[in-house]
């Protein structure tokens, strides 16, 4: 199963956070998946942390690429596959991810009850 993190996911993730669930931590930790983080996430948490609203290590460039995660760049099919969506989720980050699942065929590991409103495959995190 191909796995995207959203960004709470990834960050309960990198901070060993209880919050993320157990099957959510296996599906992660399991090698047979492979594990994807969206330029997106990371473009949302570099926001956060400008505006006050996160705190990150300042090493968290090398923690996030010491992972054996993926990188997911946004392509501009990616981009077009925003229009065909259907304006429950209005946070343009997660609807970027939502894009993204439906054009590479991942599931997304998030606790966002909105995306449920999406053809999307879902693992609760």
Known sequence: MKLLLDTHALLWWLADDA??????RAEIADERNPVFVSAATIWEIRIKQALGKLELPDDFKAVL?????LSLGISAEH???????PPV?????DR???????????TVVT???RFTSYAIAL???
């Open 123 to 125: 693992l609760e995190a």
């Open 79 to 85: 981009a077009h596959a925003v229009a065909d969506l």
């Open 65 to 69: 690429a010491s992972q054996p995660f």
């Open 89 to 93: 989720h209005r946070d343009p980050f």
């Open 111 to 113: 606790r966002d009850k």
């Open 96 to 106: 970027m991810l939502i894009a993204q699942a439906q054009v590479e065929d991942m």
């Open 19 to 24: 919050t993320l669930g157990e099957r959510a």
